[in-house]
């Protein structure tokens, strides 16, 4: 695997690498050491005096009255210590539409509904007891897709919710005159896409552990993305002040976006902790993990493209509709990013968005990386390369001569700054020889992708804090709000105030786990925590620096502003003999002051806007850009597909770890391979047909082509250093990159993800 970098533009003044201590440079994740020896810790290593374990009994039908629950048996088994229904817990509903409980008492609405819960001094005792619960049901009929669910006279599975159709949520959006575009277009082209049911599969399942202290206030301890959201969500059916819940995130074993909601397990498991009056722990099983984890959004989309015969673009048209599943989770807010993406990639006159959020009884979608952006990106990226075709051009040139640039407002009102799209595009295509020869079954093909990349703006504050002190020593602890999930946002943050600071990397710790310690933030998603903790650490450490300054002055007889840091040392600027170490300095105010710690706070939300009525308003600071290359072979015959090379380039202004942004990209593009080739969720009648790893088809490490990834490296005039989000950014276009290269190589173009064996041989042999 190979990584290089690629100059955006020679002439234009921005900071080069070269300049920087840290900023730009391979640096190791700060908790590589601790997670590859063992000594992290995770939360199902957690274990506290007393603790008891939980279970959940979960549904038998898919949508079922609830008539009678007997809990007696289990009550009486040795070693239990609390049995819960409804009928023991608050009533106040939770979740995005406030459709949820956690232990269902009138009916039930999908196969991974709770039911019941126990707690016992062991798993096996807990296991028993749940087997000893019995339930009624009267069954119902159910709704198991969209046309069933939104037909006339299906059945409702939210009596509120007519036609179980979400209309408070209405992301329709409409720009320019469609019908004047259609009619000066020499080529219209209209398919239908079908995108399916994928799932996290974190290495570390769904659990948390309660545990109330004398005076009644709750600690989690949970792998949430969203600790401050997350404490004011479980408050709700808790019937509890959000002030009285404390949050502590142990190490996380994934998220990807699973992290955002709170889930009934949750709640369940601080009940059963208050009932019992001790802690309580709760692991989910892989295959309760399977069942009771929300999932990327099965959607259909219905998509249309006019474009004059030199390939100018002058029309869009999508209409999406999404399977919710049986509660709506933050994933029933992912149009929003879909819609983004519909009338903001490439420019075009006229553009038109809407979109239809469906109940069903099948298990319930949420929040996966890209938030939406996979799905309809695929859709779009598909169709490029399908109006090429029809037009005959280049696909490289239709993306190049209808790609973004800088200074440009969407009509959604994105105010684009720093865009490198065409440089992506371009570097992407020469690295993968894309004039080159092409072998018989042998194809390329290419995708580009648009995402927020200065956080997005979903909530009123989008905004993070940061507090930076030195000890008397001159250890730097930064205390932020920014959720670690595996993405190494501890190593960057450490990295950014160091760099300001002008200290040892190594003298800098970060503290991120506990809301009674930590700053507010909005929490880890939508790409922000670089762009968004970035500049508040940043921030806080400028006002760090400040104040070693004017104690450096005091001791060196010089003017604070004539003094800079650099290496550990403050000396005056071209006179560096004239100095001293850094934490000399701080001992000195330490002393001077009789223990006064050097210390700064500062907090930052970005200048972006939530979305008015209409659907506009700026919901970045900055926008991320990039381009994927694909080279596949196909087995005509199996309709096996080889990956013979993939290369990635990527706008992301400044990378601040390059170490860490490759493996962001590396991490991306394996996981788009399983969703463009192997990965389908299979659920049939709401039964999820292979809740397994076994089954379940993820790509592995073996499955990996050679990878090259290229960052076009600019400066954004928001970001910390000039950098932009990418988190999300490697997993958006590598399926239509796949499937247009297929296409390349076979003349056939697949719809449908996954493309299965099955699915393209067939597709050829129909050809």
């Not at 070269?18 to 908790?31: H, M, N, Q, R, S």
């Not at 983004?340 to 949420?366: D, I, M, R």
């Not at 003094?563 to 040392?569: F, M, S």
Request: glycine share 10%; proline share 5%.
């Amino acid at each position: 695997m190979v990584s290089g970098a690629y100059s955006l533009c020679p002439s234009q003044v921005r900071p080069a690498v070269e300049a920087y201590t840290y900023i730009g440079k391979a640096i190791p994740k700060l908790d590589a050491p601790d997670k590859l020896t063992g000594r992290a810790t995770y939360l199902h290593d957690l274990v506290l005096s007393g603790m008891l374990h939980g279970r959940i009994l979960r549904s038998q039908y898919p949508h079922a009255r609830i008539l009678n629950v007997d809990v007696s048996r289990a009550k009486r088994l040795t070693g239990v210590k609390a049995v819960i229904t409804y009928q023991d817990t608050p009533k106040a509903r939770f979740g995005f539409a406030k459709d949820n409980l956690p232990l269902k008492g009138d009916k039930v609405r999908c196969l991974s509904d709770e039911v019941a819960a126990v707690a016992a001094i062991d798993e096996d005792i807990a296991a028993e007891a749940i087997n000893l619960i019995k339930v009624d049901y009267q069954p119902l009929a159910a709704v198991f897709d969209t046309e069933q669910a939104l037909a006339p006279g299906a059945p409702q599975i939210h009596e509120s919710v007519p036609n179980n159709t979400i209309t408070s949520l209405p992301f329709q959006f409409e720009y320019g005159d469609l019908g004047q575009a259609a009619e000066e277009a020499d080529c219209i082209i209209t398919d239908t896409f079908i995108l399916p049911y994928v799932t996290h599969c974190c290495l570390g399942t769904l659990s948390c552990l309660a545990s109330f202290d004398g005076r009644g206030r709750l600690t989690m301890w949970s792998n949430t993305q969203v600790p401050f959201l997350y404490q004011r969500e479980l408050a709700g059916p808790l019937a509890m002040d959000p002030g009285d819940i404390r949050v502590i995130q142990p190490c996380i074993g994934g998220a990807f976006g699973r992290g955002l909601d709170v889930y009934p397990f949750e709640p369940i498991c601080a009940l059963l902790a208050a009932e019992s009056g001790r802690p309580v722990k709760m692991v989910l099983a892989r295959k309760e993990d399977f069942i009771a984890s929300p999932t990327r959004q099965p959607c259909r989309i219905e998509l249309k493209s006019g474009a004059k015969q030199d390939g100018t673009l002058l029309l869009r048209e999508a209409k999406v509709v999404l399977d919710c599943g049986a509660y709506l989770s933050w994933g029933a807010v992912t149009p929003w990013m879909m819609m983004a993406t519909s009338t903001t990639l490439y420019n075009h006159p006229a553009t038109k968005f809407s979109s239809e959020l469906v109940y069903t009884n099948n298990p319930t979608t949420g929040a996966m990386r890209g938030f939406g952006n996979l799905q309809i990106t695929f859709a779009i990226e598909s169709q490029m390369d399908a109006l090429a075709a029809e037009l005959g051009l280049d696909p490289l040139e239709l993306r190049l001569k209808n790609a973004n640039q800088p200074g440009q407002v969407s009509p959604q009102g994105f105010k684009i700054t720093s865009c490198a799209l065409s440089e992506t595009i371009k570097r992407a295509a020469k690295a993968l020889d894309w004039k080159g020869s092409r072998g018989k079954s042998r194809g390329w093909g290419l995708a580009c992708m648009f995402h927020v990349g200065g956080g997005g703006r979903v909530y009123r504050s989008d905004g993070c804090g940061a507090i930076v002190k030195v000890d008397d020593s001159g250890h730097v602890v930064l205390i932020t709000g920014a959720t670690e999930i595996g993405q190494g946002s501890d190593s960057a943050l450490a990295a950014i105030v160091a760099e300001e600071l002008g200290v040892p990397l190594e003298r800098v710790s970060v503290v991120n786990s506990d809301t009674d310690v930590k700053p507010w933030d909005v929490g880890a998603h939508a790409s922000r925590t670089t762009f968004v903790a970035g500049n508040a650490a940043r921030m806080a450490a400028a006002k760090v620096k400040e104040q070693i300054k004017e104690e450096a002055a005091r001791l060196l007889e010089a003017r604070a502003d004539d003094l800079e840091i650099k290496a550990g040392r403050v000396f005056v600027t071209g006179s560096p003999d004239k100095g001293l170490e850094y934490d000399k300095v701080i001992r000195a105010r330490h002393f001077r002051s009789k223990g006064q710690i050097v210390t700064a706070e500062a907090f930052y939300d970005p200048p972006s806007e939530m979305l008015d009525k209409d659907h506009k308003g700026n919901i970045s600071a900055a926008y991320s850009f990039g381009t994927q290359a694909a080279q596949v072979e196909v087995d005509v015959e199996t309709g096996k597909v080889r990956i013979l090379k993939m290369v990635a380039a990527y706008d992301v202004g400044q990378v601040i770890n390059l170490l860490g942004a490759e493996g962001s990209v590396h991490g991306g593009i394996h996981m788009g391979l399983g969703y463009a080739l192997s990965e389908e969720l299979l659920v049939k009648q709401g039964k999820i047909l292979n809740p397994s790893l076994a089954d379940y088809r993820l790509f592995t490490g073996q499955d990996m082509p050679p990878v090259e990834v290229f960052f076009v490296e600019g400066s954004d005039p928001a970001g910390p250093f000039g950098a932009k989000g990418l988190g999300e950014a490697g997993a958006i276009p590598v399926a239509p990159a796949i499937a247009n290269a297929i296409f390349d190589a076979t003349g056939v173009r697949l719809k449908q993800l996954p493309i299965t064996p099955e699915r393209l041989a067939a597709a050829i042999r129909s050809a």
